[in-house]
């Protein structure tokens, strides 16, 4: 079955693309804040993906994981580890596979103070808030 290089990403070729970062155990590199060393996954997944036929290049590997896990870590920080089943994705638990091979990081340090979240071309910033009773109570959203 070979499939032409395209934009959208059908069902069976995610969950190929996921189960190939599983097998090949990059959840940790994959789930740490800031890694920039990734690119050898995205080729490796790329190269899975040609020989079930689909074409997809590292850069589309890429960008399709960046959108997963971000869908993922606004899941888990919005409702603990184990959201309602209505908010997870089809592929929640090849991301929570891959997650685990990290040893569960904390999904929030993807969202520090004074980051920005690009959802919906809303431009989010999470700042501190500091208040007499408490040097640091918990993240404001600011729109």
């Known amino acids: 079955m070979v499939q032409r290089q395209g934009h959208f990403w059908s069902a069976n070729e995610i969950r190929s693309f996921l189960e190939s970062l599983i097998e090949h155990h990059f959840g940790p590199?994959?789930?740490v804040a800031g890694a920039r060393r990734n690119e050898h996954a995205f080729v490796q997944a790329s190269e899975d993906l040609r020989l079930l036929g689909y074409f997809r290049s590292s850069w589309q590997c890429?960008?399709?994981f960046k959108l997963l896990r971000q869908q993922f870590n606004l899941a888990i920080l919005n409702f603990s580890e184990d959201p309602p089943v209505e908010h997870q994705s089809p592929y929640w638990?090849?991301?929570k596979n891959l997650w685990r091979q990290a040893a569960l990081p904390n999904p929030v340090n993807a969202f520090l103070p004074g980051t920005a979240l690009f959802t919906n071309?809303?431009?989010v910033f999470i700042v501190p808030i500091v208040?007499?009773?408490n040097s640091f109570p918990g993240p404001k959203v600011m729109v």
């Open 29 to 31: 590199v994959l789930f």
């Open 62 to 64: 890429r960008s399709k």
């Open 93 to 95: 638990h090849k991301m």
């Open 121 to 123: 071309y809303v431009i």
């Open 131 to 133: 208040t007499a009773q």
